[in-house]
């Protein structure tokens, strides 16, 4: 009885000095840049919810670098260009931090991302798709979502044709996104125009931030569209479908990827967002991979939902294969290992979102897009 209460005592020793010596090993620090407040802090909000919850899962299952626990170290961009580079200079500054997720917003990501590629520091970013982020000739900028021209061909291919559209109008925001999707979008129109098989009767950009846009959408009335393609955010998506509706203008409304998600519901209201259409990648309900029931369940244990839009999922993937590069490398402060790393080995990992892989440029790979529709209980789902 005495050896059993003494191998036991000892097993319980060796227990406690094993935990003690995983506590005493220093985390390894990711950088999260998001917009907590300013205009699109729903979404940054929620990307901070879903680093953490990643970190969370590697954490539990025993770390990385032999039991290291991850860690996020957030700093709050606003969703503002000058507040990124703020932001990224004090993540950029701190020598334990191995890499970056960084942000929501092409125009955001920018600044932020040249302040990054100075300091030879990996940045992905979970939400930003303007083209030209990765025609620079960056070595250490990377993304987890798609681009836009992706989205414009995919628009093209598929929603004059759904609509019976022969009357398109476009308007966008002037944003790096916004006009970049527009411009790529009317690229990708350009065959069926030349051909005549439609017209783009409206091309135009509001101001961000305004809430009358009742000048902009009555020139558009004049034009009679048959459809309508908004490519800026959600804030300025709903206030314009409310005030088309309430000027006469009835056609099919679809948003780009940034137009649409509960708080655009919110802000319109049912009655306006029901039968309002978006193209976007998969929305985290939609998300087929084990992986992704994983992180979608202890979300929405942790609070009480499933992020709205795809990007806080986009985040919290750039998080995994910043964490799975860094395992593997064994480098957590060589930046340029682990660029080179992401950009030669990860290929098929698997992730929230689908298997990870980057081209040479630092896009990533083979991004899905669907359209989807605001149903009558306020749902976004697929449409059918």
Known sequence: MKRTVALAGALLLVCALAAFAADTKPPVLIGLQAPITGPWAYEGQMARQATQIAADLINQKGGILGGRQVQIVLEDDAGQPQTSALAATKIGGQKNIVAAVSTYGSSVTEPASNIYEKRRMVNIAYGATAVRLTERGSKYFFRTCSRDDSQAEFFA??????????????????????????????????????????????????????????????????????????????????LLVTQAREIGITCPFVGGNAAINAEFVKIAGLPVAKGCFMTNEPLPADLPTPEAREFLKAYKDKFGDIPSSPWPVYAADAVNIIAYAVDKTGSPTDGTALAEYLRSKVNGVPGITGKIGFTDKGDREGVPLFLYVVDDQGNIVISR
């Open 157 to 238: 291919k598929a929603v004059p044709l759904k609509f019976g559209a022969k009357r398109i109008a476009i308007m966008h925001d002037n944003t790096a996104f916004g006009k970049g999707l527009a411009e790529n979008t009317r690229d990708a129109l350009k065959g069926m125009v030349d051909s005549g098989k439609l017209q783009i009767v409206y091309y135009d950009a509001i101001t961000p931030g305004e809430k009358d846009f009742h000048v902009p959408l009555t020139k558009m009335r004049e034009t009679k569209p048959d459809l309508w393609y908004y490519t800026g955010y959600y804030a300025e998506a709903a």
